[in-house]
């Protein structure tokens, strides 16, 4: 199952890396083990796409996510909670999804 959550957080209280230190021990406790199959099945999976308008790159954390922009499975569900979202690179989701091959059957998103 994917989902998409927007969460509006303080910057004053929050940075990204601390966000993300965060999600990582939400997996660690449900289940998540480091060094599963990439791309396979894993208890949970929770992914940190945007913080704002914040870029950056380190070998911690990448922002915004380097690969959401080829994803329906993101897009989609990311959609339903930010219709209007301007994504990196200037485009709207819409606009990111048409260029992307991809079928949503109900619940279902299956891409190519």
């Known amino acids: 199952m994917n989902c998409v ?9 929050w ?6 230190s965060t999600l990582q021990a939400v997996e660690s406790q449900m289940g998540r ?4 199959l990439v791309g396979g099945p894993r208890a949970i999976d929770l992914d940190l796409l945007m913080f704002g308008d914040v870029e950056m790159r ?3 954390l990448t922002l915004p996510h380097p690969r959401m922009l080829e994803r329906a499975f993101v897009l ?7 219709p209007g979202l301007v994504l990196p690179g ?8 048409s260029g992307l091959s991809y079928i ?4 279902n998103i299956s891409q190519k």
């Open 5 to 13: 959550v927007r969460l509006k957080v303080s910057s004053e209280i």
């Open 15 to 20: 940075a990204p890396e601390g966000l993300l």
């Open 33 to 36: 083990t480091r060094g599963e």
């Open 58 to 60: 380190n070998e911690y």
């Open 76 to 82: 989609v569900p990311l959609r339903d909670v930010a």
């Open 90 to 97: 200037g485009k709207t989701i819409e606009e990111t999804l």
């Open 104 to 107: 949503l059957d109900g619940r």
